[in-house]
């Protein structure tokens, strides 16, 4: 315990002053950025003071020293997502790092995604800072999944090049689960003593099971939903590779048998695009888009369920959604990968991945089965609570201080 201890502190001392690279438009309340903001929290509970390097778009976050470029004056707005003024929102936020590095002067970079982790590179190569680079999902896989990017184009090689020299050069990786950690050393050829997985965690103070059943059927009555319907729910991102085109499929399928449920499918963007794919599939009346929901009231939204859904078919980025799911002791329905089963194991209930009726079959097979509804929501409950961010805080600590001794030899 005490070794332990004088670990933590002395890793403290190496980071008191972290800079984060975040090449998004934080915060947007997606995935991504609730791992950043959740990070940067529990690094402040530990003593650290962080400073958020990021584009001029997004939602400030009371308490957190955010730091953002300046708007490119041809393109003001940034939509999640997109990538055509990327690469003009990274040369700004190159020399908004750079001058943080300067004022703020960091004693390590905490580089997310890879385009952060490129820039992290440069000002840790050009300032001799310690480095560790937060791993999602990997850089041109994630473009092919949203259609930026051809396996088949000219572009796709130097790109998928580029992606192997960062994930080689950067010092130190932290993962946001053990299936990028596999990925990041099989594929990419990256010393395995150089990855750690610290999976993404939950805040069990802010997602905890429902209580009041009459502000439940309030709410339900404040979204037009019928009553006596079962509520099948999805909160996150609405792309294609999150599977959302195959939900509502799926929910096609399941009104041809049957009228008795409700689907509230809470995100954004491109939320006309689905809504009008349910109009032209005729199940409208079954499904409430509610659009962006911010992060603060996400638990609002998840108490309306009876079960959970998350039909995601990207095989390299991580799924926390599962785990507010989870806290909230929402029976899931996820398609079967790695990812949903590092977070839900044995309790979550699986469909092959990208098989529709399959995925309809099981949420009306759950649906009709109370009693392990109710196992499922207790037992799931108790596993989020495996999965701490405090724990992972002190974890992340321990890379900055590999990634300072890499950078400035072993300490004597």
């Known amino acids: 315990m005490d070794s332990a201890r004088s670990l933590d502190d002395e890793t ?17 309340d997606s995935g991504c950025h609730v791992r950043i903001l959740e990070e940067t929290r529990t690094l402040q509970r530990l003593g650290c003071q962080v400073a958020i390097c990021t584009y001029h778009t997004g939602r400030d976050v009371d308490g957190l020293d955010i730091r ?49 982790a490129l820039i992290g590179l440069v000002l840790s190569r050009l300032l001799r800072i310690p480095l560790i680079f937060d791993f999602q999902g990997s850089l041109t896989s994630e473009m092919v999944d ?39 050393c099989g594929e990419f050829g990256c010393d395995p003593e150089r990855v750690m997985s610290i999976v993404d965690c939950v805040d069990l ?36 590779y999150q599977g959302t085109r195959l939900l509502i499929e799926a929910v096609q399928e399941l009104c041809r048998r049957r009228d008795d449920l409700h689907f509230v499918i809470a995100g954004y963007p491109s939320v006309d695009v689905y809504k009008a794919l349910a109009f032209e599939l005729s199940i409208a009346d ?37 785990l507010n799911y989870m806290a909230m ?50 037992a799931l409950r108790q596993r989020a609570s495996m999965f701490s961010w405090d724990e992972a805080g002190h974890r992340i600590l321990e890379r900055y201080g590999a990634a300072a001794e890499m950078k400035n030899g072993p300490r004597k």
Request: with cysteine.
């Open 286 to 322: 079954h499904c409430t888009f509610t659009g962006r929901v911010d992060y603060e009231h996400a638990a609002d939204i998840l108490k309306l369920g009876d079960i959970a859904v998350s039909p995601k078919v990207s095989k390299t980025e991580g799924a926390g959604k599962l």
């Open 12 to 28: 403290s001392v190496l980071a008191r002053r972290v800079l984060m690279i975040a090449p998004t438009s934080f915060f947007a």
């Open 205 to 240: 103070d802010t997602f905890y099971p429902r209580q009041d059943e009459e502000e439940r059927h309030s709410q339900l009555q404040s979204l037009g939903i019928p009553e006596g319907r079962h509520i099948i729910v999805y909160l996150g991102k609405l792309a294609e």
């Open 68 to 116: 953002r470029t300046g708007p490119l004056f041809f393109h003001s707005k940034y939509e999640v997502g997109t990538a055509r003024h990327k690469v003009a929102f990274d040369a700004l936020l190159f020399f908004r790092a750079w001058a943080a590095c300067r004022s703020f002067r960091p004693q390590v970079i905490h580089a997310h995604l890879h385009e952060g």
């Open 146 to 184: 949203n259609h930026f990017l051809s396996r088949d184009g000219l572009a796709y090689g130097p790109l998928r090049r580029l992606e192997r020299y960062i994930d080689q050069h950067v010092p130190q990786i932290i993962t946001s689960s053990t299936h990028a950690a596999e990925l990041v």
């Open 329 to 378: 002791g929402l029976p899931t329905i996820a398609f079967d990968n790695g990812v949903s089963r590092e977070y839900l194991g044995d309790l979550g209930v699986y469909a092959p991945t990208g098989d529709v009726a399959a995925l309809a079959e099981q949420i009306s097979l759950l649906i009709d089965d109370e009693p392990r509804r109710c196992e499922l929501a207790v």
